[in-house]
T-cell receptor
Framework: EAQVTQNPRYLITVTGKKLTVTCSQN?????MSWYRQDPGLGLRQIYY???????DKGDVPEGYKVSRKEKRNFPLILESPSPNQTSLYFC???????????????FGPGTRLTVL | LAKTTQPISMDSYEGQEVNITCSHN???????ITWYQQFPSQGPRFIIQ???TKVTNEVASLFIPADRKSSTLSLPRVSLSDTAVYYC????????????FGSGTKLNVKP
């Protein structure tokens, strides 16, 4: 089944304790992206990756890191989490540059993160 | 990247047709218009995409006027399960790297 998976689905942690949220897709997609969603603010893009080894900042990159060593994986790293990073996080993938028309994204199930 | 404007919320009743309009005044020549649906605590899901005129699939229709500065998502005969947030996005092959979802339109379907 074509899908985007994220782990963990739920995480409660404390300020300053480094954490990684994994994201994997099995659709051979070039493009991957991370979003956070907060009440009243909709979805905001954190980082995106056009293809392997190529990443760039979205609208809200502060406090986050990403890496794209393999095509299928795009982990989100919080080196020193703070309470304002408490949010619902979504990973997404799409054809990207290989799309011949408008691109469409496929989203993971989400990771609900609480930083105390 | 063309940004969009949608109503914050809409109410409807079961069995009615619902039309949600999105404004995108600075849409570029190569941009497509895509609509997503999101249920609480789930990731957005693709509904429909179009470039001009009208597009129809098994769940919705998308109407795009000739000037392409707006688009209308039409949901026929909605049910309670259509209660969700609907997002309109504009982007294309040449500027797809960043996606702007905005706050979307919260559709509330009543019995």
């Amino acid at each position: 089944e074509a899908q985007v998976t994220q782990n963990p689905r739920y995480l409660i942690t404390v300020t300053g304790k480094k954490l990684t949220v994994t994201c994997s897709q099995n659709m051979n997609h070039e493009y991957m992206s991370w979003y956070r969603q907060d009440p009243g603010l909709g979805l905001r893009q954190i980082y995106y990756s056009m293809n392997v080894e190529v990443t760039d900042k979205g609208d809200v990159p502060e406090g986050y890191k990403v890496s794209r060593k393999e095509k299928r994986n795009f982990p989100l790293i919080l080196e020193s989490p703070s309470p304002n990073q408490t949010s619902l996080y979504f990973c997404a993938s799409s054809l990207g540059q290989t799309a011949i028309a408008g691109d469409t994204q496929y989203f993971g199930p989400g990771t609900r993160l609480t930083v105390l | 990247l063309a940004k969009t404007t949608q109503p914050i919320s809409m109410d409807s009743y079961e069995g009615q047709e619902v039309n949600i309009t999105c404004s995108h005044n600075n849409i570029a020549t190569n941009d497509y218009i895509t609509w997503y649906q999101q249920f609480p605590s789930q990731g957005p899901r693709f509904i429909i995409q179009g470039y001009k005129t009208k597009v129809t699939n098994e769940v919705a229709s998308l109407f795009i006027p000739a000037d392409r500065k707006s688009s209308t998502l039409s949901l026929p005969r909605v049910s309670l399960s259509d209660t969700a947030v609907y997002y309109c996005l504009v982007g294309g092959v040449y500027n797809f790297n960043k996606f702007y979802f905005g706050s979307g339109t919260k559709l509330n379907v009543k019995p």
